[in-house]
T-cell receptor, first 114, second 116 residues
Framework: DGGITQSPKYLFRKEGQNVTLSCEQN?????MYWYRQDPGQGLRLIYY???????QKGDIAEGYSVSREKKESFPLTVTSAQKNPTAFYLC?????????????FGDGTRLSIL | AQKITQTQPGMFVQEKEAVTLDCTYD???????LFWYKQPSSGEMIFLIY??????QNATEGRYSLNFQKARKSANLVISASQLGDSAMYFC?????????????FGTGTRLTIIP
């Protein structure tokens, strides 16, 4: 079945450590997105990419980095510069053919600090 | 100012009753899209329904309908004949098309609990 796969489901980070969250899609979507969700909050955009080898910062990009070397993959690295990384991270993808196209989401990765 | 406002942090509804979840939005764009998503306790975001700013008819998808009042900038989600499986967080979101279609802005959500 087509969909978006995020891994791992749970991730623990030590102080000063970088960690990478995986996001893979087989929907042939051009655009991919990373969101952060804090308890009781909506989603906030971290980074997005509309084409391979290109990406743009969202509202809260500081302390995060991404790459888009393949259309199917959009990994997110949470760097040690992100001082409050504990959150639920959601990856999404969509087509670029019109504003009516919804974003489709993965099941999320829950990141905690050890 | 908040672009998407959901004023009901939580709602409790009896099973089989209809429920309306409120959403108001703020934009100066003439062209925009509105979406509703459901987030069960497992965490995934499930797309429910879409409404375009130029659509004259209210959107419907099965038991879900969107009460779109453009002049009031409101896009309320109506769930008919609620079921226990409807218990979840519900998020309203907007895409402003003049800025490209790259960004969804989400509200803070409403937690809906269906009572048997």
């Amino acid at each position: 079945d087509g969909g978006i796969t995020q891994s791992p489901k749970y991730l623990f980070r030590k102080e000063g450590q970088n960690v990478t969250l995986s996001c893979e899609q087989n929907l042939n979507h051009d655009a991919m997105y990373w969101y952060r969700q804090d308890p009781g909050q909506g989603l906030r955009l971290i980074y997005y990419s509309q084409i391979v080898n290109d990406f743009q910062k969202g509202d809260i990009a500081e302390g995060y980095s991404v790459s888009r070397e393949k259309k199917e993959s959009f990994p997110l690295t949470v760097t040690s510069a992100q001082k409050n990384p504990t959150a639920f991270y959601l990856c999404a993808s969509s087509t670029l053919t019109g504003g009516d196209q919804p974003q489709h989401f993965g099941d999320g990765t829950r990141l905690s600090i050890l | 100012a908040q672009k998407i406002t959901q004023t009901q942090p939580g709602m409790f509804v009896q099973e089989k009753e209809a429920v309306t979840l409120d959403c108001t939005y703020d934009t100066s764009d003439q062209s925009y899209s509105l979406f509703w998503y459901k987030q069960p306790s497992s965490g995934e975001m499930i797309f429910l329904i879409y409404q375009g700013s130029y659509d004259e008819q209210n959107a419907t998808e099965g038991r879900y309908s969107l009460n779109f009042q453009k002049a009031r900038k409101s896009a309320n989600l109506v769930i008919s004949a609620s079921q226990l499986g409807d218990s979840a967080m519900y998020f309203c979101a907007m895409r402003e098309l003049s800025f490209g279609n790259e960004k969804l802005t989400f509200g803070t959500g409403t937690r809906l609990t269906i009572i048997p």
